[in-house]
T-cell receptor
Framework: QKEVEQDPGPLSVPEGAIVSLNCTYS??????FMWYRQYSRKGPELLMY????GNKEDGRFTAQVDKSSKYISLFIRDSQPSDSATYLC????????????FGSGTQLTVLP | NAGVTQTPKFQVLKTGQSMTLQCAQDMNHNSMYWYRQDPGMGLRLIYY???????DKGEVPNGYNVSRLNKREFSLRLESAAPSQTSVYFC?????????????FGEGSRLTVL
């Protein structure tokens, strides 16, 4: 079983829809949670960064962490065709030697 | 403002050949990383360098070597390429010595080993 599970999709939604992207994980030591966005044939770019449980909002994006359920979500409001990309979750535990564990990514297409 | 630059962007090798992937960052970052990305596998860490002069193995180091040439440059070498090393390779850097998760990635190098 992978430490981080992410539905690969693909997920297609109409423009303006609310998108929910999710990851589940098994390691209860994870405390830092990230979402990266990766456009086709490009490198990932950091979108959201959260620590421990709770919500964080940045414009149309909201990251949510539920540590009790070992479940994280990224919500995209008023989705745009420019949001079409692969979204990768990533997480790590505390400690300087700890490295990131990435999900395999969910491919999202927002249709105009 | 180039960020993280990787060369080459594409490469085809035959089994047993060697090659070096180059990476340079112009953000004065301390730590640098090499990842590989395969379908359904997510990004996996090959090697990293927390600071100039240090390198450490990641999750999948076998078949690879690295050199942190200076603060800007971090190269990845395949000594004897194998088909299993066909992948997209990403170099990344981070402002801090530890991997907090704030990574800046290059655009990737697509390697095919025949």
């Amino acid at each position: 079983q992978k430490e981080v599970e992410q539905d690969p999709g693909p997920l297609s939604v109409p423009e303006g829809a609310i998108v929910s992207l999710n990851c589940t994980y098994s390691n209860s030591a994870f405390q830092y949670f990230m979402w990266y966005r990766q456009y086709s044939r490009k490198g990932p770019e950091l979108l959201m960064y959260t620590y421990s449980s709770g919500n964080k909002e940045d414009g149309r994006f909201t990251a949510q962490v539920d540590k009790s359920s070992k479940y994280i979500s990224l919500f995209i409001r008023d989705s745009q065709p420019s949001d079409s990309a692969t979204y990768l979750c990533a997480m790590r535990s505390s400690g300087s030697a700890r490295q990131l564990t990435f999900g395999s990514g969910t491919q999202l297409t927002v249709l105009p | 403002n180039a960020g993280v630059t990787q060369t080459p962007k594409f490469q085809v090798l035959k089994t047993g050949q060697s090659m070096t992937l180059q990476c340079a960052q112009d953000m004065n970052h301390n730590s640098m990383y090499w990842y590989r990305q395969d379908p359904g596998m997510g990004l996996r860490l090959i090697y990293y360098s927390a600071s100039e002069g240090t390198t450490d193995k990641g999750e999948v180091p076998n078949g690879y070597n690295v050199s942190r040439l200076n603060k800007r440059e971090f190269s990845l070498r395949l000594e004897s390429a194998a088909p299993s090393q066909t992948s997209v390779y990403f170099c990344a850097s981070s402002p801090r010595q530890e991997n907090t998760g704030e990574l800046f990635f290059g655009e990737g190098s697509r390697l095919t080993v025949l």
